[in-house]
């Protein structure tokens, strides 16, 4: 068989421009630069970020797959917004998956370098949380920690299935298991709901090992409410909780 051949010098610079167009593009819809429900002006993208349509066409398509815009009758694309509804629902459906996958993983048992590496997790988390009042700095490595966590427990399952589902459902806007952390960073209780959160983390860890099925998924399932919390503060005090989209949040 033929090797694939090397892509093309200007194929990885499309490539390139693509995705920093992307991530540019997903800045400014969830800082409110893009106001929820307009339309938006490719030309004026273009002029904005300094790149070609192509590249520019590429991200508006990735964000709508992303469920951050939606594509217009007529062409083109409008920044989305959702219902307290929509969010709280994207969440509930992620605990759900998290809960079956902790299940599955307790009843076929789960390899030791995994759950070693689990355990590694938490023990960083642990670290974290030792000092009585957390920083920017530590709230930006709990985010990476937990997110860390949680694709082990996903990886657990051993179902490559649950795992696409899982991907899938923590890419939905607002659904990933520290969408909302961010808004415990500016709570008085921030250090305190965290070590709940990392409680349940240690208690699911405990169930799975012991083979408890049905108690590692109601743990999982309680553990997503702990973002369910956070979502009814942020839309409700939008003012003293600046998180990133929580603009594009509509009340019930």
Do not use: W
């Not at 989305?80 to 929509?86: L, M, Q």
């Not at 657990?156 to 961010?182: C, K, N, Q, W, Y």
């Not at 349940?200 to 799975?208: E, G, M, S, T």
């Not at 108690?215 to 702990?226: C, G, K, L, V």
Request: glycine content about 6%.
């Amino acid at each position: 068989m033929r090797p694939d051949p090397a892509p093309k010098p200007d194929d990885a610079a499309g490539s390139s421009q693509a995705v920093k167009a992307q991530l540019r593009l997903r800045e400014m819809v969830l800082a409110g630069e893009l106001p929820g429900g307009a339309r938006i002006a490719e030309l004026a993208l273009v002029e904005k970020l300094g790149v070609s349509r192509t590249p520019i066409r590429a991200a508006l398509m990735r964000l709508e797959q992303e469920g951050l815009l939606q594509a217009l009758p007529n062409g083109g694309y409008a920044v989305k917004t959702f219902s307290e509804r929509d969010v709280a629902e994207a969440i509930e459906l992620r605990g759900t998956v998290e809960g079956l996958a902790a299940r599955l993983a307790a009843e076929r048992g789960v390899a030791a370098v995994v759950l070693a590496e689990a355990r590694q997790c938490l023990r960083q988390i642990d670290a974290l949380l030792q000092p009585p009042v957390l920083g920017d700095d530590a709230f930006t490595r709990y985010v990476a920690l937990n997110a860390q966590f949680h694709a082990l427990l996903g990886e657990m399952a051993d179902s490559p299935f649950l795992t696409r589902e899982l991907d899938r459902i923590t890419h939905l806007p607002f659904a990933s298991p520290s969408g909302f952390v961010v808004v415990q960073a500016h709570s008085p209780a921030a250090r305190d709901m965290l070590v709940v959160a990392q409680d349940q983390h240690q208690q699911v860890l405990d169930a799975i090992e012991r083979r408890e099925g049905g108690r590692a998924e109601a743990i999982m399932r309680e553990h997503s409410r702990i973002a369910q919390r956070n979502l009814r503060e942020a839309v409700t005090r939008p003012q003293v909780h600046q998180m990133p989209g929580v603009q594009l949040i509509r009340r019930r």
